[in-house]
Nanobody, 119 residues
Framework: QVQLVESGGGLVQAGGSLRLSCAAS????????MGWFRQAPGKERAFVAA????????NYGDSVKGRFTISRDNAKNTVYLQMSGLKPEDTAGYYC????????????WGQGTQVTVSS
């Protein structure tokens, strides 16, 4: 198994920045990809960004392209989400997840961290 712990959420004004972190532990050698998702009250979970663990190739959801940057530190088994130009509609619980060898989807999820953007 892989355990994921997010941190870095909080309250920020529109236009501000936050950096989320997600530390992985356990069978981290099985990780193929790490992703960030978010879910606002009453809405479905949405893809934010993901990164290939081996080569760092990122991809982003349309709503965050140009504003958010995903990165990883393999030595620390940590993935980051740098969020800039935050908007009130970015308010949500943010969750990281890992896609592991032998899996067909994101297998493990963190408990989430809340991001609130005030207007």
């Amino acid at each position: 198994q892989v355990q994921l712990v997010e941190s870095g959420g909080g309250l920020v004004q529109a236009g501000g920045s936050l950096r989320l972190s997600c530390a992985a532990s356990g069978r981290t050698f099985t990780i193929l990809r790490m992703g960030w998702f978010r879910q606002a009250p009453g809405k479905e979970r949405a893809f934010v960004a993901a990164i290939n663990w081996s080569d760092g190739t990122p991809n982003y959801g349309d709503s965050v392209k140009g504003r958010f940057t995903i990165s990883r530190d393999n030595a620390k088994n940590t993935v980051y989400l740098q969020m800039s130009g935050l908007k009130p509609e970015d308010t949500a619980g943010y969750y990281c997840a890992s896609w592991n060898k032998g899996g067909l989807k994101y297998d493990y999820w963190g408990q989430g961290t809340q991001v609130t953007v005030s207007s």
